[in-house]
């Protein structure tokens, strides 16, 4: 009988992939094997070969932080804590403490090597999208299956995905029905059913059914795409504290040498110390003075929440905005597509002259048909089912938040909101009709040819089902919510109503909504503003923190905004609200401990002639740093 050949993916087991992932660590083992060595070496009375262990020592843990050192010194002309450990390691070998610089250097190297695996947790999640990216698609052309390189593929290609295979490209289902997970950009873990008409990601998961899918956008502008390229920023960029940390530092290090210096030369003469004494307080005061653990404050806690908030489908730009949204005091929330799904329906088709309900539907979906307004979209997609046929109007134009104007078969249409009625004829009864509608919390638009109102037609978009539960977790945190909509008052407040908020601006133009955030600020505070249209985007810009949502919102927006719903969970703002509350807690936490653990080593170094040694001074300093590190990630919970 055959034995099983199991392979063995040798390439985990290389030189330079063992090196790459615990290269530091064996760097410490080997200067913790040539300290021990050393140390019997001198128990054997072989001076000479307890002197060459010990150098091996040196160089082995501390040559890699001495290049850095020496780097930031000639080439930036600044200091770091890397040369002070080297010059406080060289300086207590220089006066015969051998041993105790040998500890420091591989104290000072062992937390290096820890440094390097908490960070490399703390950007484990980070780095697992990366891999969710498909390299290949399976191309369908004229019936016939061809396998290419997903940046092969462009706007209405065909791809087929097999049950189990990772979707290759944005789209939308043209064929088959299956269940499909979707944990990569949503959070959510629970399958979603997908049927022929629903849009699909790349990088998620199909599951029991064959696709087939028709591709809407290119591989460098999927959501999977911009989600890469958005946490690579939010990894680079650092926050003002962390900037002002890393200035702080090069100061700080400065002042630090320089009293080093005096403390090497002023005891003996001031307080009759040894000389021996003195280098060696001096040396302990290098070590412990050194800002590692406040350096270490910020970093690893703002990047542990940028990828806790990447699992759940919440993507920061940068550590500045986990920061900001922990201080926000007030959310602003547009209406349509944010409270709302943004897929409004037609209610009321009512004629005002002697054409037909169908008839005047045709002719709004007419002049609206190029349009890409949701309501807009919903009038056509109306007449699209009634199988009405539409025509194409000419010199379309927007009017900016109101409507539009064409000209459709020789007469000059006007389609919107109220406020585009300044020059048409429209009775008072027309306008106590349209005002029972927004009553009931529609949207009412108007319908104008040559001057004369024609019709109106009603849209009602449905509000969020968890759009209230979230409102009353804000309010429960104390932050006041704002509703910014350029709907009528009495359609702002009926949804506000629905939704359980107080404050509403209603009747906004892109430019009002940008005044309305000011005004909000200027009352309560930082300011989170929540939207997704191409109108939302100044307000966005103009807000202390901009949320954008990513499945449904423009591309506009989500360029202007700070942070990204994935899957428009807005349940999941107060969740990044605290997010960024603990962040914050937990920065300030370990700065005040880092501190506090600087300020003992220095003051029991000075009492009297020292109440500490260079290895406990070395271990309470390069302890405090590995524990603001690991404090920083309790965010990854």
Excluded at 199 to 225: D, M, Q, R, Y
Excluded at 389 to 411: C, F, M, N, W, Y
Excluded at 535 to 564: C, H, K, Q, R, Y
Aim: glycine residues 10%; contains cysteine; charged residues 20%.
């Amino acid at each position: 009988m055959a034995e099983l050949a199991i392979p063995i993916d040798r390439s985990k087991w290389s030189f330079t992939d063992i090196w790459e992932r615990h290269g530091a660590a064996i760097i410490t083992a080997l200067c913790l094997l040539f300290i021990l060595l050393a140390w019997w070496a001198g128990k054997q009375n072989m001076p000479a070969a307890e002197i060459v262990l010990f150098v091996l020592a040196y160089i082995i843990g501390g040559h890699q932080k001495a290049i850095e050192g020496l780097t930031t010194l000639f080439k930036e002309r600044d200091l770091d804590v890397d040369l002070l450990m080297v010059v406080a390691a060289i300086g207590a070998a220089s006066i015969g403490y051998w041993m105790d610089g040998a500890i420091l250097i591989f104290i000072f190297s062992l937390s290096g090597a820890l440094e390097d695996y908490t960070m490399e947790k703390t950007n484990k999640d980070i780095q697992s999208i990366m891999k969710l990216r498909p390299e290949e698609a399976m191309l369908l052309e004229n019936g016939v299956e061809r396998k290419v390189k997903v940046e092969a593929l462009k706007k209405g290609d065909v791809i087929l995905v097999r049950p189990g295979d990772r979707i290759s490209a944005d789209g939308v289902i043209i064929n088959g029905y299956s269940a499909i997970n979707e944990a990569s950009i949503t959070g959510e873990g629970i399958p979603v059913d997908k049927k022929k008409g629903d849009e699909v990601f790349s990088g998620t998961i199909n599951g029991h059914g064959a696709l087939e899918i028709e591709v809407t956008k290119p591989s460098g502008e999927t959501i999977l795409s911009k989600i890469i390229h958005l946490v690579q920023e939010a990894k680079n960029e650092k926050p003002p504290s962390q900037q002002f940390v890393e200035r702080f530092e090069g100061v700080y290090a400065k002042v630090v040498v320089g009293v080093a210096v005096l403390l090497m030369t002023l005891p003996p003469y001031l307080f009759n110390w040894t000389w021996s004494d003195t280098i060696y307080r001096a040396m302990i005061f290098l070590v412990v003075a050194s800002p590692c653990a406040l350096v270490s404050s910020i970093m690893p806690a703002i990047l542990s929440g940028i990828s806790n908030a990447a699992r759940k489908g919440i993507l920061f730009k940068g550590g500045v905005h986990l920061e900001n949204i922990g201080g926000v005091k007030v959310v602003a929330f547009d209406k349509t597509g944010t409270l709302t799904y943004g897929s409004p329906k037609i209610i009321d088709i009512v004629p005002l002259s002697g054409m037909s309900s169908e008839e005047l539907l045709q002719t709004a979906a007419s002049v609206e048909t190029l349009s890409e307004h949701p309501i807009a979209k919903a009038i056509v997609r109306e007449a699209m089912d009634r199988q009405l046929v539409l025509s194409k109007p000419k010199e379309l134009q927007a009017i900016h938040g109101l409507g539009v104007h064409g000209i459709l078969d020789g007469r000059e249409y006007k389609i919107g909101k109220k406020e585009i009625l300044k020059d048409v004829t429209v009775s008072a009864r027309d306008l106590e009709m349209a005002a029972h509608f927004e009553e009931k919390g529609r949207t009412v638009i108007f319908v104008a040819a040559d001057g004369d109102a024609i019709g109106l037609i009603s849209v009602e978009d449905t509000i969020r089902p968890q759009a209230k539960k979230v409102i009353e977790e804000l309010k429960s945190k104390g932050i006041k919510v704002a509703l910014l909509t350029g709907d009528t008052k009495t359609m702002g407040k009926a949804i506000a109503n629905q939704a359980g908020i107080d404050e509403v601006y209603s009747e906004l133009l892109p430019e009002q909504k940008v005044e309305a955030v000011k005004k909000l600020e200027e009352k309560y505070g930082k300011v989170a503003m929540v939207g997704d249209g191409v109108n939302d985007a100044p307000a966005l810009a103009t807000a202390s923190v901009g949320i954008a949502m990513g499945s449904g919102g423009t591309d506009v927006a989500m360029e202007t905004a700070d942070i990204i719903l994935m899957a428009d969970n807005i349940e999941n703002i107060p969740f990044a609200i605290n997010l960024g509350r603990r962040a914050s807690s937990i920065i300030k936490q370990n700065i005040v401990f880092a501190i506090a653990v600087a300020l003992t080593l220095v003051t029991l170094n000075f009492i009297g002639k020292g109440q500490i040694t260079l290895p406990q001074g070395v271990v309470g300093h390069e302890g405090s740093t590995v524990l603001v590190i690991l404090s920083g990630l309790r965010l990854l919970r």
